[in-house]
């Protein structure tokens, strides 16, 4: 059962335009949100986090937006570009498990095309 | 500024055969992971460490073991070898609870 889910395996955006990145969870212990990238034979990344008690971060070009009650996250990328083309992965947490033990989604591939 | 260092990069096993998965931090981070992706799927946790002398499972424990004797290595252990363990293995560091992980580059594991 998967406790965090990306239902769109792979997204395509035009240069310059928009790139809105989805995820999902069920788990309502889940109170920390994190978005990682990651390229091709390399290891994830870390790009941006939310805490439950907020429901928007922005960094950068970054954004993330969390709804609590739809228990659904999402990150924007304004604008685009070909550098960000990459897998994004949805993570959460709950900030009083022991072990921050991360859970993942599936991922999103980012294709931005020039 | 090497952060997670995972070793070997790529490695193809035989069924039945042993191998360790060696994974050192410079970071002095309390918290290590072992996670495994495999193909068109997120990161499934292994195992995990809050300490030295700590182990604990995570969600995909069965056919691998641990050890922490350090606060910088934080070796996976596979023993004999499935062709259900093809994958890629990423291990990450962390300060404490609720704070980002630094990953590794991974493994590609291959089990023939």
């Known amino acids: 059962d998967q406790q965090v889910k990306q239902n769109s395996p792979s997204l395509s955006v035009q240069e310059g335009r928009i790139s809105i990145l989805n995820c999902d969870y069920t788990?309502?212990?889940?109170?920390?949100f994190l978005w990682y990238k990651k390229y091709p034979a390399e290891g994830p990344t870390f790009l941006i986090s939310?805490?439950?008690?907020?429901d928007k971060n922005e960094d950068g070009r970054f954004t993330v937006f969390l709804n609590k009650s739809a228990k659904h996250l999402s990150l924007h990328i304004v604008p685009s570009q070909p550098g960000d083309s990459a897998v994004y992965f949805c993570?959460?947490?709950?900030?009083?498990?022991?072990?921050?033990?991360?859970?993942f989604g599936g991922g999103t591939r980012l294709m931005v095309k020039p | 500024n090497a952060g997670v260092t995972q070793t070997p990069k790529f490695r193809i096993l035989k069924i039945g055969q042993s191998m360790t998965l060696q994974c050192t931090q410079d970071?002095?981070?309390?918290?290590m992971y072992w996670y495994r992706q495999d193909p068109g799927m997120g990161l499934k946790l292994i195992y995990y460490?809050?300490?030295?002398?700590?182990?604990d499972k995570g969600e995909v424990p069965n056919g691998y073991n641990v050890s922490r004797s350090t606060t910088e290595d934080f070796p996976l252990r596979l023993e004999l070898a499935a062709p259900s363990q093809t994958s890629v293995y990423f291990c990450?560091?962390?300060?404490?609870?609720?704070?980002?992980?630094?990953f590794g580059q991974g493994t590609r594991l291959t089990v023939v």
């Open positions: 990450a560091s962390s300060a404490t609870g609720g704070t980002e992980a630094f």
């Open positions: 788990n309502s212990m889940f109170d920390y």
């Open positions: 939310i805490s439950s008690i907020k």
């Open positions: 993570a959460a947490t709950s900030l009083n498990n022991a072990g921050n033990m991360l859970t």
């Open positions: 970071m002095n981070h309390n918290y």
């Open positions: 460490s809050v300490g030295a002398g700590i182990t």
